[in-house]
């Protein structure tokens, strides 16, 4: 997986021994990358989800929080809207947080979940703003992404990472799960007017109920299928709660959402890709519908 790299391999506006030994530091965990154990991989299977903690160090998470700070500064960024502060297709806006989505500690942990070959989906940046009111629905990122009519969005294995540059917990919108639902195929689901994640579970009432919360640290990773079902409610905190999201999906697939898709490990045997990596000023070799996902 020489493809990958973490997102210290390069630093940004730090000094030279800084960048070498933070370099260094970053070539030390790649030679021992951490990959779901033999319990974390039952437990994502049995469940649907599996909280993986202290994988990005407090300076990571902090470049990456200046990053999306700096991001936000620049025109045409911030989706808006229902969306406040919140941007969409971070890893083509950014390097950093396209080396980020590149991870190799990230490649690592889905590589036994998602498979043959690997591919990035899409990326985001989910924020819950101070005092804010914005609850994500019940819903599953299946329900977005598969299109019954394009075969070539039809995934067996597809999921996302969830990281929290902040901690999360239940009084800043950490993510709730309901364990087991990644089996119960695409559930049906009905459009709502208000807030996030509007293509709503119609056994809301039975998620509500059978629901756990995951409060994480800031640096875990939470790694849960498209077909979990998840939500997250609103921020009764002083302060920003914010979450970088990228959806993975097998090698094998050629499309994603939109432009977003992009080759990161080809599967055993397969044909060269024909699509190059995109960059936000290339056309997209391949096409796909834009992500509607919302965590």
Known sequence: MTNVTTITGTAV???GRTAERRTAQAAVRVGALRKLSADELAAYERDGYVVVPGVFPPEELEEIDREIDRLLDEPGNDAGGIHPTWIFKIHQKSEMA???AEDARLVA?????VR??????????????????DVCHWHQD?????????????SRTRMSVWVPLHSAHEQNGCLWVVPGSHKWGIDPYHMADTGQCRKVIDREAYA??????????AGSVVLFSAWTWHHSKNNATDTVRRAFIVSYQEGTLRKGAGEQWKLLVAAPGAPPSPASPVSPSQPSPVSGRTDTSYD
């Open 142 to 154: 299946e329900a977005f992404y598969f299109r019954p009519d394009d075969p070539e969005t039809f």
């Open 13 to 15: 506006g730090t000094a």
């Open 109 to 113: 942990l889905v590589a036994d979940v």
């Open 208 to 217: 509500n109920e059978h629901a756990i919360p995951l409060p994480v640290a």
């Open 116 to 133: 043959p070959g690997l591919a990035i989906h899409s990326t985001k940046l989910v924020p819950k703003p101070p005092r804010s009111n």
């Open 98 to 100: 396209a080396r980020f």
